[in-house]
């Protein structure tokens, strides 16, 4: 066991993770840990910007690989900061 959320028990040393801290973590763990220089298997550019504002209208595929391929990650969470600070800015008009 890796760490645990929330009120359980501390076991053998292991700290209590929040989930701000488990967030980031999973944010670096996806951005480096799964280099593919190549490019291999990777949606194209206009599959990744409709996960990023239609997410159900995406194959699970897409997500799946997203998950597993550090450079889509990347730029998947890239074009969900745009489509949020577009969301943000049509608000405050």
Do not use: I, W
């Not at 690989?65 to 049509?90: D, I, M, N, Q």
Request: hydrophobic residues 30%; charged residues 30%.
């Amino acid at each position: 066991m890796v760490g645990t959320v929330g009120k359980k028990a501390n076991r053998a040393g292991q700290g209590v993770f929040s989930e701000k801290t488990l967030v980031k973590f999973m944010k670096e763990h996806l951005s480096k840990d799964y280099p593919n220089p190549r490019r291999e298997g990777c949606p194209p550019k206009l599959t990744l910007e409709r996960l990023a504002k239609q997410p159900h209208q995406v194959d699970p595929s897409v997500a799946f690989h997203v998950f597993h391929c550090s450079p889509c990650y990347k730029e998947c969470r890239r074009l969900l900061a745009r489509v949020k600070a577009k969301t943000r800015g049509s608000r405050n008009r």
